[in-house]
C-alpha cells in the first residue's frame, strides 16, 4: 500500500509539543558521555531487583492475612481480570492519610498506569464538548499538554508570577475565555516544587486559589509529585488538604516516591456526580468508566509492587525516601554553592537561579536566548544535557532560561556537570560580547 | 460545589454500550452463587504465584545473558522510565515467528497495557477528522466499540454471515460510507474462534478479505487472541501472516495465552508512515508517540512476567498452553454433548447453537427474545449466568440468541451449569406456550 501521511493521522502528532519531547530525547541519546541535568527521573543507586520480589511477597501476604482472600482469591487478584478502580486503595488511602493527612474514601480513588492515564482520563471526563477547555499555569509539564492534545481539549496558559500562579491572570482568563463562548472546566496545577519552574505556592495563596476555584466554579487538578523532596519540617498542606469546598481532583503519582517502572499512579476524585433519580457517585466512578475503554485494569502485579512497598514502609513515603531526600537536598545545595563559586560575578554578567527549596528542578537565568540549537552545542562542545525552558511554554519561542534537573546525578557528577555549564555559559557570553 | 452533571462529562459516559456492560458485572456479583457462562476470562486453576518470581528471573537473566546488559542496565530497566515502544519486542517477534509464522520487525511493535490500549492507539491515529470512521464485523467485541466511543469515532457494523464477514456488505457500506462524505479508515476483524460469535474464516474468504481491503484502501486490524486455543493440527494462518499488501495491523494479547493480570498486549504496526523530507517510518512510531500521552510506558515489571513467559516456554505460547487447550476442549465438548444429551427435541423446540471447533465461546439459539430481564430471571429462579447477544450489537434491540463461554469453568461446573441452562431454556418455551 501507500505510505499512510501523518497530516491523515490525528493532529496531536503533528503537534511541537511532541516533537520538542522527541528532540530532548534524541539528543540524550546521540551524546550518551554528557553530564546529564535534563531527565526528571528519580535517582537510582538504591534500586535492588530483590525489592520486587520482596514486595511481591508483601503484598501477596497481605492479601491473604489482612485483606481476608483466601489462597484461590488472593491468586486471582493477581493473575485476573481484576476490579477497574484497582486493588490497592485502601493502601493508598492509608499513605495519603499518612503522608499528606488527607482522609480519603478509598473508593474515590482510581488506580492508573502512572499519573498520565490519570491526567486523561479526568481531561477526557472533562471533555464533553469543544467549547471545553482547561487552563493551566505556564510553563507546565508536558504531561499534562500531551493528555489534552489526545482529547483535542486546548489549554489556556495562566501566568505563574514568582508564587506560583497569578490569581488576577487566571480570573481575567477565564472570564475571557468565558465571554469567547469556551467552558472553562479546571486549572491544572502543581503547588509544591512545581516542574519546570521550582515554584512552591505559599498557605495563603493556596487558600485564595481555593476560594478563586470556587467563585469561577473551576475544578482543579493538583498534581504534586515532588513534595516529599523537600525538608521535612516545613511541609505545606496540599490543596486537597486545604479543600472545603471539594473543588480538588489529586492526581497521585509513584513514580517519584516509589519507583517509575512499577507505573502506578492514581486519582483522587470525590467529587458527587449527579446520576439521575436523585443518586449521586463519586467522580471517580466515572473516571473508572473511561478507563475500562483505555487500559481495562491497572496491571495488579505492578499494583502488588507499590502495595508491597507501601506495606513494608508502614504507608510512610517520607520515611522510605530518606535516603533519596538527602541525596536531592545534597545536590540542590551543590548546584547552589556550585554555581556561585564558579561564577562571582554573576549577577554583573546578568546569571541568576531561583533556589527552590525541593524537589527536582532549579531554573538558571541568563543573558541570551536558549534555544535548541544552543543545547545541541552544549551538548557537542561541553558534553553537558539541560532542558531549555521554551519547551513547558509550547509555542516555540526561545526564552533565556533553562530548567536543570538534579534527581539522577552523584555528587560528582554535579561537580563535573557544573564546570561544563559554566564553562559553556561563560563562553556563550564571551562569543555574545565578542 | 454542586454535583457534577453526567451530560457535562464525556458522552461515552451515557452510552449504552458502557451501562449494559455494567449491568452484566453488577449482576454476576449480585449472584455469586450462580454457575456462570458469562465471562470471557481464560481458566484459572494452574495459575501459581510462584511463577511470577520465577518470570521475573528468567527476564533479569535474559537482560543480563541475552541482551548484554550489566547489571545497571538491567536494573534501570525494570526500575525506570523505559523505551516506550517497550522492553520484550524482541520477546514477542520470535513469539509471532514460532505461534503464527509470522515475520516481524521487533522495531514494529508497541507493547501496550493489554490489547485495549493497543486498540485504543490505532484509532486515535486513525480518528484525525470527523469524517473518519472504522468498520467492524457485527457482532463484536465491546472492548473495539469502547474504544471507539473514547476517541468519538463512529463504528459502522458489517454484517458477519455464517462465514465470519459478509464481503459484499462489506463493499456495500465502504461505498455508502464514502457517497455520505465519510472516510472509512479501517475495518476491525477477528477472523479464529471470535467473540462473542465463535465464528472461523476459512482461508480463500481471507485471501478475498485482503484483497477487498487493499482495492477499497482500507487497514484491516486483525485481533487474534483465541487462535491458539482451537485443534493443535489444523490451524489456518492470520490475516498478517497471508498479507502481501501490507493492509494488516496486527493486534496482540496475552491475556488469554500468558494471564490477564500481567495487562500485556501489543500492536504490530508496520505499515509505512510518510514523515516528509523523503523520510518514511513505521506506523508504530506514530502509535508509540500516542503512547507516550496515555500511559507513557507499559509497566517493566508486568512486560517481564510476559518476557520470562515467553522465555520459559521457548516462545511457543501452544505449546505453554496445552492443559489449557485441553480443558477447552473438553468444555466444549461437554456443552455440545451436555445440551444434545438434555434436549433431545431441541429442533422441534426451536433451540440450536453453533459448533466452533475452537475458543471460548458457543452462541445458543433459542425461540425466544433474550433480554437483560431474562437474564436475571436466570440468574434469580436458576442459578446460571450467559451473555444476551444484544450486548455485542449496541443497539439495544433483544435477539433470540446468548453466548455461553466455557473458560472459566471445571467439568463438574459445565455439568451443573447444563443443567440450569436447559431447565431455564425449557421453562421459557413452556411460558411461551401456555
Redesign the interface.
Same mark, same amino acid.
Given at each position: 500500500?501507500d505510505?499512510?501521511?501523518?497530516?491523515? %493521522? /490525528?493532529?496531536? =502528532?503533528t503537534d511541537p509539543v511532541?516533537a520538542a519531547?522527541?528532540f530532548l530525547n534524541e539528543i540524550a541519546n546521540r551524546y550518551p558521555d554528557a553530564v546529564s541535568f535534563a531527565?526528571g527521573?528519580?535517582y537510582?543507586e538504591f534500586?535492588?531487583?530483590q525489592d %520486587? /520480589?520482596r514486595y =511481591?511477597r508483601a503484598f501477596?501476604r497481605y492479601l491473604l492475612d489482612e485483606a481476608g482472600m483466601d489462597p484461590d482469591q488472593?491468586?486471582?487478584?493477581?493473575?485476573?481480570?481484576?476490579r477497574t478502580k484497582g486493588v490497592i486503595h485502601e493502601l493508598i488511602a492509608r499513605n495519603l492519610a499518612v503522608d499528606e493527612g488527607i482522609q480519603a474514601d478509598p473508593e474515590s480513588i482510581v488506580v492508573t498506569?502512572?499519573c498520565?492515564?490519570a491526567m486523561?482520563l479526568v481531561l477526557?471526563?472533562?471533555?464533553?464538548d469543544p467549547r471545553d477547555v482547561v487552563l493551566s499555569v505556564s510553563p507546565v509539564y508536558v504531561?499534562l499538554t500531551?493528555?489534552a492534545?489526545?482529547v483535542d481539549m486546548p489549554v489556556l496558559p495562566v501566568r505563574d508570577g514568582q508564587a506560583g500562579i497569578d490569581l488576577a491572570d487566571l480570573v481575567a482568563r477565564v472570564r475571557q475565555a468565558r465571554t469567547d463562548g469556551l467552558r472553562p472546566r479546571a486549572l491544572y496545577v502543581a503547588p509544591d516544587f512545581a516542574n519546570p519552574s521550582g515554584a512552591t505556592m505559599d498557605v495563603p495563596l493556596r487558600r485564595e486559589l481555593l476560594r478563586v476555584a470556587?467563585r469561577e466554579?473551576l475544578l482543579l487538578l493538583e498534581d504534586n509529585p515532588y513534595r516529599l523532596f523537600g525538608s521535612t519540617d516545613d511541609r505545606l498542606p496540599t490543596l486537597k488538604a486545604l479543600d472545603d469546598?471539594?473543588?480538588v481532583v489529586y492526581l497521585g503519582s509513584y513514580?517519584k516516591t516509589g519507583?517509575?517502572?512499577?507505573?502506578?499512579g492514581y486519582v483522587l476524585a470525590d467529587?458527587?456526580?449527579?446520576?439521575?433519580d436523585s443518586r449521586?457517585g463519586p467522580?471517580a466512578d466515572?473516571l473508572s468508566?473511561?478507563k475500562?475503554?483505555?487500559?481495562?485494569?491497572?496491571?495488579?502485579?505492578?499494583q502488588a509492587?507499590i502495595g508491597g512497598l507501601l506495606l513494608e514502609h508502614g504507608f510512610d513515603l517520607a520515611k522510605a525516601n530518606l535516603r533519596e531526600i538527602e541525596v536531592y537536598r545534597r545536590n540542590r545545595q551543590q548546584v547552589f554553592d556550585g554555581l556561585a563559586a564558579r561564577l562571582p560575578d554573576a549577577a554583573r554578567l546578568g546569571v541568576s537561579w531561583n533556589s527552590p527549596s525541593g524537589g527536582f528542578f532549579i531554573v538558571v537565568s541568563v543573558p541570551f536566548p536558549v534555544d535548541d540549537a544552543l543545547l545541541e552545542l552544549s551538548a557537542r562542545e561541553h558534553g553537558v544535557l539541560w532542558t531549555p525552558m521554551h519547551h513547558f511554554y509550547g509555542d516555540g519561542v526561545p526564552l533565556p532560561h533553562l530548567r536543570l534537573s538534579i534527581s539522577l546525578l552523584t555528587s560528582e557528577q554535579v561537580e563535573l556537570g557544573l564546570d561544563r555549564l559554566t564553562a559553556f555559559i561563560s563562553q556563550r557570553i564571551q562569543t555574545g560580547l565578542t
Open positions: 500500500m505510505p499512510l501521511r501523518l497530516g491523515d %493521522l /490525528h493532529g496531536s =502528532l511532541l519531547m522527541e531527565p527521573r528519580p537510582e534500586f535492588d531487583v %520486587l /520480589h =511481591l501477596h488472593a491468586r486471582r487478584t493477581l493473575f485476573q481480570y481484576g498506569v502512572g498520565q492515564e486523561l477526557r471526563a472533562l471533555r464533553s504531561g500531551g493528555a492534545r489526545l470556587e466554579d469546598g471539594g473543588r513514580a519507583f517509575p517502572g512499577a507505573r502506578i467529587q458527587p456526580v449527579d446520576l439521575g449521586t467522580l466515572q468508566r473511561l475500562s475503554m483505555v487500559t481495562v485494569n491497572t496491571p495488579p502485579v505492578s509492587m
